[in-house]
C-alpha cells in the first residue's frame, strides 16, 4: 500500500476499492454501463487505508466544518465510516436509514440526533446525489441543523452538483474522478487511449454505449 497518508485516490486504486476497466465495462444497478465500478467498503479491510481515510475525513470536516457536534452515516456503506470518524473526534454518532425499520420502533435514524444540534453527514460515494441527500432531508426533518456533507469519492456529475446546490447542502471529498484518473495514468493504472475512454464516459454516462 501506500505510505502517504493523504494519497487517497491511491489508495482506493490499490486496494482495488475502485476499478478501471475500459475494455470491460461493469454494469449498474441502474443499467447504466461504465469502465469505472466504486466500492469503498472494500478500504474497511485494509487498516492503513482504512486509517487514512478516517484521518482524512476528521482534518476536511475540522476544516469545513468546526461547529460540529454529531456524526451521521448514510447506511448502508457510510456507517462503518462514520463510526470511525466519530470515534476520533470523540462525537456522537448516528446513522440514516435508506427507509425506516419495518418493525419494532420504526425508526429512519438510528441513534441520538436532538433537534438544533449540528450534524455533518458522512458518505462514501457520491453518483447523482440522490440517496445521500435522502439522509440530509431525514435529518433536516428530525431538526437537526446539517452543516453539510464529506465523502471519499465523487464522480463529479453535474447531475449531483445540481442536486446539492439544490437542497442547500455543501459537500466536500477526499478525492474525485478526474484526480482519480491524473493518478491512474501517472502510476500506469490505465493508458493514454484508456483515458479518452473513461473522460467521455463521464460527460454522459447514461447514455455511453448505447
Known sequence: MATTVNSIPQYLLQSKAIKLEPAKPFTWASGWKSPIYCDNRIT??????RTAIKNAFAEKIK???PQVEVIAGVATGAI?????????????????????????????IEGVVKP?????????????????????????????????????FTYGFATAENNFK????????LTNYMELLDLALETGFIKVDQLDILKQWRQSPETWMQ
Not at 470518524?85 to 446513522?95: G, Q, S
Not at 438544533?116 to 433536516?140: F, N, P, Y
Not at 426533518?141 to 471519499?152: C, E, S, Y
Not at 439544490?166 to 471529498?173: F, G, H, P, S, V
Request: charged share 20%.
Open 44 to 49: 474497511l479491510s485494509f487498516p492503513e487505508v
Open 63 to 65: 476544516q469545513h466544518y
Open 80 to 108: 462503518a465510516q462514520g463510526a470511525l470518524v466519530a470515534e476520533v473526534m470523540n462525537l456522537p454518532f448516528a446513522y440514516v436509514r435508506s427507509a425506516p425499520k419495518k418493525h419494532g420502533m420504526e425508526n429512519l
Open 116 to 152: 438544533g444540534q449540528k450534524v455533518v453527514v458522512v458518505e462514501d460515494l457520491i453518483s447523482t446525489g440522490g440517496s445521500s441527500l435522502q439522509a440530509v432531508d431525514a435529518l433536516r426533518k428530525a431538526g437537526a441543523d446539517v452543516l453539510g456533507m464529506v465523502a471519499i
Open 166 to 173: 439544490t437542497a442547500d447542502c455543501k459537500l466536500i471529498t
